[in-house]
């Protein structure tokens, strides 16, 4: 690493760059950046001049944008926040900075510079890598070059030496009271949500919507704010990297750490000052809820008092992602009653086989109950599914795809993926046997010359199970076209319904009845008002 950014003032000026996702909402989010948001109110309330550029809501290309950003005065840190999903765009914003601010400091941090800092050097032009949390790497950056004294050595951080090495310094996660006073940080009140909800709306296209419920319906998910009051996951599902995020920044098992039933309450209230407008908070932990909880009763009776005191509104309604195996009659009804409308549960798949290979095993037996109890609750349910595994049988797919079927008509909503995506840092990611049944994309990084081979599938070991998804796969694609150019927006029940329809002369090739086509059809057609005629979307493919 070389000498420190030339300093042009007292203190460094800090940007601070979101995951870019051209796709807008496919793979991050259509929100604005809450982790870097939350650095940047943990760096501005020590002084330190921050900014941040959210590339996803420009009304330029997001490429000039930042170069005007970057031209509008010198810079000395650079922070880029990536993802395995973004990061061929999150490179590309890097380049930018590089060519444009040559002298200034610049800084990977997030999910896939945390798990793969080698990889992060060979195709970025990164200076440093924050490991795990930013906000003490970050401010012990700040403080290295307003002392004039070099970057190397902070705790938290991954470096190159001289001879090409990779250095890495662990770090342990932030303890409870690090992590409340980070969140309440959190600038809320400069998050641009309205510029958020304006571009939903218009995608959306309220006016168009049929009825004054629907539109209401939509406004209320539309008009979201998303808070984080856990550090992380701790279940260990095999396909999932967020899990391992801190322990991989600490070289060793991370404590939980979250906010207390006040403390949300706080924040719901800071929220709601800065966004009045606002229908609906979204908890963005990877689970709110846990076996042995403490917090949701009294969160929901403190809810409940606030609406009636009038500290935030009656209306105001909440969506969180919850283990199911935590769920209860009376967690039900006291989440109902405080306004909880979704319920989000990584179900992830409905066969026992499939479960145990995820490291759910222990979720199935509570699965038909919970669902059952929360749509009597008057609860949606919100399931995400992976339709196969690596080591899946073509009766697990069929019977994921029956009971996905079956929970839909009885409505719940569902986002559906056909297979487990290597993520980096996730077990199944890094089991070698599962190389072979891994595929990869060729990634270029616009503007260079850099390119290289992105894990981005692993599909079943069984010859036959993994033909069936490919061929599912392309026929979704198929059919998602046409769709798209019609509709204005498809939502994950949409998509389900898709990815349903279009398993079904693929499965029954090979002797698995699904449902019937005619009725998956009309299903899909009953929640598309915007479509012109059925003859605009093709037959089910089975090529």
């Given at each position: 690493?070389?000498?420190?950014?030339?300093?042009?003032?007292?203190?460094?000026?800090?940007?601070?760059?979101?995951?870019?996702?051209?796709?807008?909402?496919?793979?991050?989010?259509?929100?604005?950046?809450?982790?870097?948001?939350?650095?940047?109110?943990?760096?501005?309330?020590?002084?330190?001049?921050?900014?941040?550029?959210?590339?996803?809501?420009?009304?330029?290309?997001?490429?000039?944008?930042?170069?005007?950003?970057?031209?509008?005065?010198?810079?000395?840190?650079?922070?880029?926040?990536?993802?395995?999903?973004?990061?061929?765009?999150?490179?590309?914003?890097?380049?930018?900075?590089?060519?444009?601010?040559?002298?200034?400091?610049?800084?990977?941090?997030?999910?896939?510079?945390?798990?793969?800092?080698?990889?992060?050097?060979?195709?970025?032009?990164?200076?440093?890598?924050?490991?795990?949390?930013?906000?003490?790497?970050?401010?012990?950056?700040?403080?290295?070059?307003?002392?004039?004294?070099?970057?190397?050595?902070?705790?938290?951080?991954?470096?190159?030496?001289?001879?090409?090495?990779?250095?890495?310094?662990?770090?342990?996660?932030?303890?409870?009271?690090?992590?409340?006073?980070?969140?309440?940080?959190?600038?809320?009140?400069?998050?641009?949500?309205?510029?958020?909800?304006?571009?939903?709306?218009?995608?959306?296209?309220?006016?168009?919507?049929?009825?004054?419920?629907?539109?209401?319906?939509?406004?209320?998910?539309?008009?979201?704010?998303?808070?984080?009051?856990?550090?992380?996951?701790?279940?260990?599902?095999?396909?999932?990297?967020?899990?391992?995020?801190?322990?991989?920044?600490?070289?060793?098992?991370?404590?939980?750490?979250?906010?207390?039933?006040?403390?949300?309450?706080?924040?719901?209230?800071?929220?709601?000052?800065?966004?009045?407008?606002?229908?609906?908070?979204?908890?963005?932990?990877?689970?709110?809820?846990?076996?042995?909880?403490?917090?949701?009763?009294?969160?929901?009776?403190?809810?409940?008092?606030?609406?009636?005191?009038?500290?935030?509104?009656?209306?105001?309604?909440?969506?969180?992602?919850?283990?199911?195996?935590?769920?209860?009659?009376?967690?039900?009804?006291?989440?109902?009653?405080?306004?909880?409308?979704?319920?989000?549960?990584?179900?992830?798949?409905?066969?026992?086989?499939?479960?145990?290979?995820?490291?759910?095993?222990?979720?199935?037996?509570?699965?038909?109950?919970?669902?059952?109890?929360?749509?009597?609750?008057?609860?949606?349910?919100?399931?995400?599914?992976?339709?196969?595994?690596?080591?899946?049988?073509?009766?697990?797919?069929?019977?994921?795809?029956?009971?996905?079927?079956?929970?839909?008509?009885?409505?719940?909503?569902?986002?559906?993926?056909?297979?487990?995506?290597?993520?980096?840092?996730?077990?199944?990611?890094?089991?070698?046997?599962?190389?072979?049944?891994?595929?990869?994309?060729?990634r270029h990084v616009a503007g260079t010359d850099i390119a290289w081979q992105q894990?981005?599938?692993?599909?079943?070991?069984?010859?036959?199970?993994?033909?069936?998804?490919?061929?599912?796969?392309?026929?979704?694609?198929?059919?998602?076209?046409?769709?798209?150019?019609?509709?204005?927006?498809?939502?994950?029940?949409?998509?389900?319904?898709?990815?349903?329809?279009?398993?079904?002369?693929?499965?029954?090739?090979?002797?698995?009845?699904?449902?019937?086509?005619?009725?998956?059809?009309?299903?899909?057609?009953?929640?598309?008002?915007?479509?012109?005629?059925?003859?605009?979307?093709?037959?089910?493919?089975?090529?």
């Open positions: 690493m070389g000498q420190p950014p030339r300093m042009t003032s007292g203190s460094p000026r800090v940007l601070l760059i979101g995951p870019y996702d051209p796709h807008c909402g496919e793979y991050t989010f259509l929100a604005p950046p809450l982790g870097v948001w939350r650095l940047a109110g943990v760096l501005e309330s020590s002084g330190v001049e921050t900014k941040v550029f959210d590339p996803n809501c420009c009304r330029e290309p997001p490429q000039r944008a930042l170069e005007r950003e970057l031209l509008g005065g010198p810079w000395n840190i650079v922070g880029v926040s990536t993802t395995g999903m973004t990061l061929r765009f999150d490179l590309e914003l890097a380049h930018i900075v590089r060519r444009v601010r040559p002298e200034a400091l610049i800084v990977a941090g997030g999910m896939e510079a945390t798990f793969r800092p080698d990889l992060m050097f060979e195709l970025g032009p990164f200076d440093l890598i924050v490991l795990g949390e930013g906000e003490r790497p970050l401010l012990e950056l700040v403080a290295r070059l307003r002392a004039g004294q070099p970057a190397g050595g902070i705790a938290g951080t991954a470096s190159r030496s001289k001879d090409g090495n990779i250095v890495s310094i662990p770090q342990r996660a932030l303890n409870r009271g690090e992590l409340r006073d980070a969140i309440y940080s959190t600038p809320y009140d400069e998050m641009p949500y309205s510029a958020y909800w304006e571009r939903l709306e218009s995608a959306y296209r309220i006016g168009a919507l049929p009825s004054k419920a629907a539109r209401e319906a939509h406004l209320a998910e539309i008009r979201s704010v998303r808070l984080i009051t856990l550090n992380y996951c701790p279940m260990g599902c095999t396909f999932c990297s967020a899990t391992n995020f801190l322990h991989e920044a600490e070289g060793s098992v991370a404590s939980i750490a979250r906010l207390e039933a006040d403390e949300c309450l706080t924040m719901i209230e800071r929220i709601m000052a800065a966004h009045p407008r606002a229908r609906t908070i979204i908890f963005q932990d990877d689970i709110f809820t846990f076996t042995r909880d403490r917090r949701i009763l009294p969160l929901c009776e403190g809810i409940i008092a606030a609406k009636q005191n009038g500290r935030i509104p009656a209306h105001l309604q909440f969506i969180s992602t919850n283990r199911i195996d935590a769920m209860s009659a009376e967690r039900l009804t006291a989440m109902r009653r405080a306004g909880f409308r979704v319920l989000g549960f990584g179900i992830e798949n409905f066969s026992p086989r499939v479960l145990a290979e995820f490291n759910k095993a222990q979720i199935h037996r509570h699965i038909e109950p919970m669902l059952s109890a929360a749509l009597a609750s008057g609860i949606t349910p919100f399931l995400d599914l992976i339709l196969s595994s690596p080591h899946a049988a073509l009766e697990d797919v069929a019977q994921t795809l029956r009971e996905a079927y079956r929970w839909l008509r009885q409505g719940c909503e569902i986002g559906m993926y056909p297979y487990v995506i290597p993520f980096s840092g996730a077990m199944l990611a890094k089991d070698p046997s599962l190389l072979p049944h891994t595929h990869y994309a060729r894990p981005v599938k692993i599909l079943p070991m069984d010859p036959d199970v993994a033909d069936a998804i490919l061929r599912m796969e392309r026929s979704f694609e198929s059919m998602l076209g046409p769709l798209e150019r019609q509709v204005a927006h498809l939502p994950s029940r949409l998509r389900s319904l898709l990815w349903i329809l279009s398993s079904l002369p693929i499965m029954a090739e090979r002797g698995q009845y699904i449902a019937d086509e005619s009725e998956v059809r009309g299903e899909l057609y009953a929640r598309l008002p915007g479509l012109r005629t059925e003859a605009a979307m093709p037959a089910a493919a089975t090529a």
